[in-house]
């Protein structure tokens, strides 16, 4: 008699989570927006809302919010997925922030656009009245990621308060909102950077290609190898070289940085991640790394 294999693997499980979060949202909420930047996570849910909504196209549209200072592999590569699912892709411009007077760009060595993406954000989620966006966040990451719920209520000023969330009792979520209120959703909450390349590598899924080893111009700056570029400040005593690395994460070029790597296959990366002792956001995001509450900090500004 054949015997059938009916268990199910940890990716399965996820998987299955992240797609009743994702139906569950759709349901539930008027208009809803999955955030898409090009990097891994996003590009992880992107592939779990096709199959949430498989064969019909996904029902809600994409945004990125646009620092200006972004790698162009990933914005090349976020067009051009964004048009291969007929998705619909909104652009919220930092340029367009400063260029309005909302923010004011920072100066000096060490400027970045990263913060000024608040405002940005914001804005787009009021403009297109926006009341529920899903994010990529994994609970991994750092410590205020672990803090927060699936569905994280924000007020009617976009911030986050860790004291004013709602209990999740198993799947059941609470989506009830005021106008103007709205829901940041992480149906990758209980991923962990591992899991994401283990789901990269069983479904296949192309990603930019800067998550693989190459060859680039750095510098170095606390510690870490920033990018030469147009719109990153290098000093005179932070010379160039050339090194061989890869990105665990991208993000604003001002202050993502690389880490040195022979990656060239996601067998490969899986390999390195597995072996490492050094989070994701630490080695390689050089605003996260001046304190311990700089990102709660930012979580309850509005951005994350």
Request: net charge negative; proline share 3%.
């Amino acid at each position: 008699m054949l015997q059938r294999d009916y268990t199910t693997s940890q990716l399965d499980v996820l998987e299955a989570e992240a797609i009743h979060i994702m139906r569950e949202v759709a349901a539930e909420f008027e208009r809803p927006c999955l955030l898409f930047s090009g990097g891994k996570d996003s590009i992880v849910m992107l592939r779990i809302a096709e199959k949430a909504f498989w064969p019909a196209a996904i029902p809600f549209p994409l945004m990125h919010v646009d620092t200006g200072h972004n790698f162009d592999e990933v914005i090349e590569f976020r067009d051009r997925r964004s048009a291969e699912l007929g998705a619909r892709l909104i652009v919220a411009s930092v340029q367009d922030s400063i260029d309005q007077g909302r923010v004011v760009e920072e100066t000096g060595r060490r400027a970045s656009r990263n913060r000024l993406q608040t405002t940005t954000l914001l804005d787009a989620i009021e403009e297109h009245e926006f009341d529920a966006v899903f994010g990529g966040a994994r609970r991994d990451e750092e410590k205020a990621r672990a803090k927060e719920r699936v569905f994280s209520f924000r007020d009617d000023f976009g911030q986050w308060d860790p004291k004013n969330q709602r209990p999740e009792l198993w799947s059941l979520y609470n989506s009830r909102i005021r106008k103007g209120e709205h829901i940041r959703v992480f149906p990758l909450s209980n991923w962990t950077e591992l899991d994401v390349w283990d789901y990269i590598r069983r479904e296949g899924i192309e990603i930019p290609s800067i998550y693989f080893a190459h060859t680039r111009k750095v510098f170095e700056r606390d510690g870490m190898l920033l990018p030469d570029g147009d719109v990153v400040q290098r000093g005179d005593d932070e010379p160039l070289f050339e090194a061989v690395v890869r990105y665990r994460t991208v993000g604003d070029m001002t202050c993502t940085g690389a880490v040195q790597s022979t990656a060239v296959t996601v067998e490969e990366i899986i390999e390195e991640i597995a072996a490492t002792r050094i989070t994701e956001r630490g080695a390689t995001r050089a605003d996260d790394r001046s304190s311990e509450a700089a990102m709660e900090d930012r979580k309850r500004e509005g951005y994350f």
